[in-house]
Nanobody
Framework: QVRLVESGGGLVQPGGSLRLSCAAS??????MGWYRQAPGKQRDMVAT???????HYTDSVKGRFTISRDNAKNTVYLQMNILNADDTAVYYCSARGTFDGRDYWGEGTQVTVSS
């Protein structure tokens, strides 16, 4: 059974930092990533990383967020710095199954940036 479990969300002041983690299990994964969905908006890509550590970021987080992964642990991380109110959203982990090509999703973790 494939599972993705996110952790690390919470409330942070503007300018602060948070680190999200996503532990995936049940199969092998190729591209892994983080997406976010703010209230009333669609779910958008934040950052992705291939198994070979090629990364891609949405423009609004470049220079502030860093995605990384530990292939041995099937875990992907998102280091978020200089957070602002526009970063407030539910953050979802996603991982693509190597063998079936299916995109799997975690349940999400809330990130709130507020003073």
């Amino acid at each position: 059974q494939v599972r993705l479990v996110e952790s690390g969300g919470g409330l942070v002041q503007p300018g602060g930092s948070l680190r999200l983690s996503c532990a995936a299990s049940g199969t092998y994964f190729s591209t892994m990533g983080w997406y976010r969905q703010a209230p009333g908006k669609q779910r958008d890509m934040v950052a992705t990383i291939t198994r070979g550590s090629t990364t891609h970021y949405t423009d609004s987080v470049k220079g502030r967020f860093t995605i990384s992964r530990d292939n041995a642990k099937n875990t992907v991380y998102l280091q978020m710095n200089i957070l602002n109110a526009d970063d407030t959203a539910v953050y979802y982990c996603s991982a693509r199954g190597t063998f079936d090509g299916r995109d799997y999703w975690g349940e999400g973790t809330q990130v709130t940036v507020s003073s």
